[in-house]
């Protein structure tokens, strides 16, 4: 069983900065994949940006430059830094673990709003 807790999200102007943390818990492969996706209101779920487990990133446009993904594999954990956020940017946040082998899981979702 994999379990995925996300924390950070809130809500925040429009220009500032949150961080977001998922921690995976269970039988993990070391080698694996792990992700931020967001979905907004009448949209469909998009990625953020992803890390593998040798460190190699991918970013969405819209969030290079101003999002930075990074992950601790001693504590299974992955890291978004976003800053200059924009009201667009208003989503839940989901994170994701996708081992080299079986079924990708996903955690539960948090909040993040940008107020203008």
């Known amino acids: 069983q994999v379990q995925l807790v996300e924390s950070g999200g809130g809500l925040i102007q429009a220009g500032g900065s949150l961080r977001l943390s998922c921690a995976v818990s269970g039988s993990i492969f070391s080698i694996n994949s792990m992700g931020w996706y967001r979905q907004a209101p009448g949209k469909q779920r998009e990625l953020v940006a992803s890390?593998?487990?040798?460190?190699?990133?991918n970013y969405a446009d819209s969030v290079k430059g101003r999002f930075t993904i990074s992950r601790d594999n001693a504590k299974n954990t992955i890291y978004l830094q976003m800053s200059s956020l924009k009201p667009e940017d208003t989503a839940v946040y989901y994170c994701?673990?996708?081992?080299?082998?079986?079924?990708?899981?996903w955690g539960q979702g948090t909040q993040v709003t940008v107020s203008s």
């Open positions: 994701n673990y996708v081992p080299v082998l079986g079924r990708t899981y």
């Open positions: 890390i593998t487990s040798g460190g190699i990133t």
